[in-house]
């Protein structure tokens, strides 16, 4: 299932609030279950992200087809990849 601007929406809406933190991963899970979530070290994705909220490079994953992939493509996206950094850009 594709990524929706309401999915997208209500991501970057949660990971913008100032209260954000370690629970930011569970709610999302919580609200937009057909996705699938990883987190990790910014550090550990090598592509550019899709877009940049507060502590977090939002990147997209792809996996329709053999093979997962990060995309730039809301519409092929399957998963979200939150890749936290140690201070906001």
């Not at 937009?32 to 939002?58: K, M, N, Q």
């Not at 996996?63 to 730039?72: E, L, N, P, V």
């Amino acid at each position: 299932m594709a990524i929706s601007p309401d999915d997208l929406h209500q991501l970057e809406a949660l990971l913008a609030a100032p209260d954000v933190g370690v629970t930011a991963l569970a709610q999302l899970r919580l609200r937009l279950p057909h996705l699938s979530w990883t987190r990790c070290d910014a550090s550990d994705v090598g592509e550019p992200p899709f877009h940049v909220v507060g502590r977090f490079d939002i990147h997209l994953v792809d996996s329709t087809d053999h093979c997962t992939r990060i995309t730039a493509d809301p519409t092929r996206a399957t998963g979200v990849v939150l890749a936290q950094r140690s201070h906001p850009s």
